[in-house]
């Protein structure tokens, strides 16, 4: 089943524009991760964040939480080319990561 | 470091067979999992390992096997494909449960 859901499903924005997306979950949770899939590739861990913490940066990504909503939000600023790929939300509850669907970004030149 | 080690990288296989996917590790993780990748689907748990000689179910583990003889290696099989089972897979190690997990670059497989 799954526990994040990101939203939109698909983005598309110029180079140099931010990028935002959106992750909502349903239980409980010890913390909540972003991670990148280029095209055909394995996924690449961005950024955690506890469920503890409000907010996270990690150069151009920034990462919001609020248990409250159960929901996060992973900005990425000044977008490049190299940043179009999928994103998803895992979230760690019970010691299992659930996965999201992801969010599709294109950056156009 | 090598990292997470996923082999073959594609695979097509008839209706019936089995096969193993080979996922191996250097990062002396505790935990490995693996995952299917369908579209418009986030990942979806099948077996999981916490230790050597560890291994539970997932979320859609039925057509599955997996074994942990060691830290590093953490074999898939599928006992007879069927075309359900076209997907693709990725094997992912952590130091434990639900702390960042690496992943490998992925098996497609198609059952034919």
């Known amino acids: 089943s799954q526990q994040g859901e990101e939203d939109p499903q698909a983005l598309s924005i110029q180079e140099g524009e931010n990028a935002t997306m959106n992750c909502s979950y349903k239980t409980s949770i010890n913390n909540l991760q972003w991670y990148r899939q280029n095209s055909g590739r394995g996924l690449v861990h961005l950024i955690l964040?506890?469920?503890n913490e409000r907010e996270k940066h990690s150069g151009r990504l920034r990462v919001t939480l609020d248990t409250s909503k159960k929901s996060s939000s992973l900005l990425i600023t000044a977008s490049r080319a190299a940043d179009t790929a999928s994103y998803f939300c895992?979230?760690?509850?019970?010691?299992?990561?659930?996965w999201g669907a992801g969010t599709k970004l294109i950056i156009k030149p | 470091n090598a990292g997470v080690t996923q082999t073959p990288k594609f695979q097509v296989l008839k209706t019936g067979q089995s096969m193993t996917l080979q996922c191996a590790q250097d990062m002396n993780h505790e935990y490995m999992s693996w995952y299917r990748q369908d579209p418009g689907m986030g990942l979806r748990l099948i077996h999981y390992s916490v230790g050597a000689g560890i291994t539970d179910q997932g979320e859609v583990p039925n057509g599955y096997n997996v074994s942990r003889s060691t830290t590093e290696d953490f074999p898939l099989r599928l006992l007879s494909a069927a075309p359900s089972q076209t997907s693709v897979y990725f094997c992912?190690?952590?130091?434990?449960?639900?702390?960042?997990?690496?992943f490998g670059q992925g098996t497609r497989l198609t059952v034919v």
């Open positions: 964040i506890r469920s």
């Open positions: 992912a190690s952590s130091t434990r449960q639900g702390t960042e997990a690496f």
């Open positions: 895992a979230t760690d509850s019970n010691y299992q990561l659930i």
